[in-house]
């Protein structure tokens, strides 16, 4: 079992930045992928970014709409998975979700992960 956490949601001004945090506990996450998702009131839960690793390289993705604003890292101790959110936009207003998928690939495909945390708000005003 993984159980997953997200923090650092909050009230930010339009063209501002969050860190979005995401820690796991459980079992041994060295073969796993993580994934952010968003969902806005009323809309799915659409996915953001992914990083999955093989050996010493990192793999990354996003969706066009975060492409070069948002960027996927995950934290020294391994644990932790973070969501950099620069230059926030109204539309990027949504409950963000961590994500981990047990495989080493990444996915954009919501029902490809298996534990999720509960999310965190972030709020983007104008």
């Known amino acids: 079992q993984v159980h997953l956490v997200e923090s650092g949601g909050g009230l930010v001004q339009a063209g501002n930045s969050l860190r979005l945090s995401c820690a796991a506990s459980g079992r041994t996450l060295s073969s796993y992928s993580w994934g952010w998702f968003r969902q806005a009131p009323g809309k799915e839960r659409d996915f953001v970014a992914t990083?999955?690793?093989?050996?010493?390289?990192?793999?990354?993705y996003y969706v066009d709409s975060v492409k070069g604003r948002f960027t996927i890292y995950r934290g020294d101790a391994k644990a932790t998975v973070y969501l950099q959110m620069n230059s926030l936009k109204l539309e990027d207003t949504a409950v963000y979700y961590c994500?981990?998928?047990?495989?080493?690939?990444?996915?954009?495909?919501?029902?490809?992960?298996?534990?999720w945390g509960r999310g965190t708000q972030v709020t983007v005003s104008s």
């Open positions: 990083i999955s690793w093989s050996g010493a390289t990192t793999y990354t």
């Open positions: 994500a981990v998928k047990t495989s080493r690939t990444g996915s954009v495909v919501r029902t490809d992960y298996d534990y």
